[in-house]
């Protein structure tokens, strides 16, 4: 669990339960008990006990295979204000897009530094992606990560240009200048681009989503490296993003 880091032994039981719950990431489930204790670094009397309660108020299910993510926890993801109101003004929009390519469509948030994949539309032609709903992935590996990162002010930028990158493939950018480099034409261009750096033979082109002044969301179109036309690909891409902030401008 990310937002907890002191010893599990001093945690309240609303963290420790948090931290339940978000040890079924990446796939919510199947996971058996002493899966989620040793995920959670917790006694399995305390796990099974927290997964008992939560199963108790829909937030856990239990199967014969294991534990799963509870619907009780869906049902609650799907009316978070901005990622509710933010699917509604994009998926016209995504449609459109995704119409005019044919290709994969991706819409995403920031959520500290990583992308969480909110919305996505899958091309025709099946091709494999680390992308998924719900799923993150390092903001520095993505196109929608790294328009995301050039519009998200000087402090967020520095505090990543002083940690280490992060690698998913070879291609990833790992290098803080040249990084820094790529911010700075991604800001001038409104666009950000991205050749297998999540995903070798993949390749994408984002575009931020503003709202109130801000860049709340990105949006991107992905598709196999080999017919990857930056062209043509480009206008649509920021269009859509663009009828996208002015649809979530109304909306806030």
């Known amino acids: 669990m990310r937002s907890v880091k002191r010893n599990p032994d001093r945690l309240s039981v609303l963290e420790k339960s948090w931290l339940v719950l978000d040890s079924f990431r990446p796939t919510g489930g199947p996971l058996r008990l002493a899966d989620v204790a ?15 309660e939560l199963t108790e108020i829909g ?8 534990y799963y993510l509870g619907r ?24 459109d897009l995704y119409e005019a390519t044919h290709e994969t469509v991706h819409l995403g948030v920031r ?18 992606l680390p992308s998924r709903v719900g ?8 196109g929608i990560g790294k328009a995301l990162l050039a519009y998200s002010g000087p402090d967020l930028i520095d505090e990543v240009l002083g940690r280490p990158l992060r690698r998913l493939t070879p291609h990833s950018i790992v290098d ?26 993949g390749a994408c082109i984002a575009a931020p ?3 109130d002044g801000m860049a709340v969301a990105a949006l991107s179109v992905s598709v196999p490296l080999a017919r990857f ?4 690909l480009a206008p649509v891409v920021k269009a859509a993003a663009l009828g996208i902030s002015r649809a979530l401008t109304r909306t806030i």
């Open 209 to 211: 989503v503003f709202g």
């Open 176 to 201: 803080p200048q040249r990084l820094e480099e790529t911010i700075g034409q991604i800001q001038a261009a409104g666009l950000a681009y991205e050749r297998e750096e999540a995903q070798l033979g």
């Open 229 to 232: 036309q930056p062209t043509r």
């Open 111 to 128: 959520d500290g530094l990583d992308v969480v994949y909110v919305e996505k539309i899958r091309g025709q032609e099946t091709f494999a």
């Open 59 to 66: 937030a856990i299910a239990r199967r014969e295979d294991g």
């Open 38 to 52: 040793e995920r959670c670094h917790l006694p399995k009397t305390t796990a099974f006990r927290l997964l008992t």
């Open 72 to 95: 009780r926890l869906f049902e609650l993801g799907c009316i978070v204000p901005l990622e509710r109101d933010l699917r509604h003004a994009a998926l016209p929009f995504m449609h």
């Open 135 to 142: 799923g993150r992935l390092p903001l520095t590996c993505t």
